[in-house]
């Protein structure tokens, strides 16, 4: 046990060389509230109580506050691990700006549902309980993180032994708010909680799909990858398509949407820009990096089948032949992306 416990430290030390010098504040933050709590009276100045946003009493810096705010200790290391971990593979993959702005987006909007929502059934049931407990938690900030790293990979299998070989990465974000709900009804956490889980997956599917700005213009992404149906079973996705498909065309009409189109970028020989409906540079690379990690993992499992019949062939040899196949597979790619220009 004691071993194990220093190998977890030696991991999360490594992760922290990983991450950006804001999820490093956000883990001091978190610590530095959860020592706070042994204060009395410092839980209703940090935590969400939905009375506190509306007079006489406000404290509107509860809607920030509320998402760094653990006082179990359990869920301060769930957190930790979480942030850490899913904040060193977004890391690579956006600037400062960026994470700083979805993490703000998706905490502050989270909160601000989860008060919403106690509002709405303090006004329909008349308990006062409703508006004068407190929730917070970090559960709504990492749902978004997970949908984040499921837009980039997907179809990313999760690799430790307790994990079923068959788990994607796009199958997280609905696991992680089917496990808050059946805890909700366990009543291990707050009901709340489990809202925070669900909003914080639809706010962050909701940002990145339309309102991210796209290093070479235009917002969102609007690959077939990354639709709403993605979230759920695939048994269930081609109905939920079609439904979204209709809903968003009457957002659209309605002006309650944006409608994007994307631009494809033709450097050469001139700068003309081809407006194409989910084409995009971005996009593209994005699809080609994971073609290419989903070929070299398939591969890869070559090396390690023991063959009966026949001996193992060489290592050097194989490895070889795979890089021969890659060369050729980018080589395929490429033409590929001129042709259609």
């Known amino acids: 046990m004691y071993h194990q416990a220093q190998r977890l430290v030696a991991l999360v030390a490594q ?45 509107i810096w509860t809607l920030v506050t509320a998402t760094f705010y653990e006082n179990r200790i359990i869920f301060v290391l769930l957190d930790l691990i979480a942030l850490i971990g899913l904040s060193s593979v977004l890391h690579p993959l956006w600037s400062l700006k960026e994470y700083l702005v979805f993490t703000g987006v998706v905490s502050t909007v ?30 709504g ?12 990979y997907p179809d990313s299998t999760l690799s430790p032994p307790p994990v079923p070989p068959t788990l994607r990465v796009k199958h997280v974000p609905l696991l992680v708010v089917l496990t808050y709900l059946v805890l909700s009804l366990c009543k291990v956490v707050s009901p709340t909680v489990c809202w925070l889980s669900l909003s914080g997956t639809l706010t962050a599917w909701t940002y990145l ?42 957002l659209v009409a309605a002006k309650l949407c944006p409608k994007l189109s994307q631009t494809y970028n033709m450097d050469e020989p001139s700068s003309i820009k081809i407006a194409l409906p989910g084409v995009n540079p971005a996009d593209a690379q994005r699809r080609q990096q994971r073609l290419h990690t989903t070929l070299w993992a398939l591969l890869s499992v070559v090396i ?14 194989i490895m070889e032949l795979l890089k021969e196949v890659v060369l050729h597979y980018q080589q395929l790619l490429a033409t590929g992306a001129e042709g259609s220009r």
């Not at 004068?132 to 970090?138: D, M, R, V, W």
């Not at 900030?141 to 980039?152: E, M, R, S």
């Not at 390690?304 to 040899?317: I, K, S, Y």
């Open 209 to 250: 799909r339309f309102f991210q700005p796209r290093e070479q213009g235009g917002r969102g992404d609007m690959t077939e990858e990354f639709a709403f149906a993605t979230l759920l079973p695939e048994i269930v996705q081609p109905p939920v398509a079609a439904f979204s498909r209709v809903l968003y065309n009457v």
């Open 304 to 317: 390690w089948v023991p063959h009966l019949a026949t001996p193992t062939p060489p290592r050097p040899l």
């Open 110 to 139: 989270s909160v601000l549902s989860g008060t919403v929502l106690c509002l709405f059934l303090y006004f329909v049931t008349q308990n006062m309980a409703v508006i004068f407990s407190n929730f917070h938690g970090l559960v």
């Open 15 to 59: 992760q922290m060389q990983k991450v950006s010098i804001a999820t490093k504040a956000f883990c001091a933050i978190l610590i530095a509230f959860y020592l706070l709590s042994f204060i009395p009276g410092v839980e209703e100045n940090l935590a969400m109580t939905p009375s506190y946003v509306v007079p006489p009493k406000v404290k």
């Open 141 to 152: 900030l990492v749902c978004g993180y997970i949908v984040a790293v499921k837009q980039f």
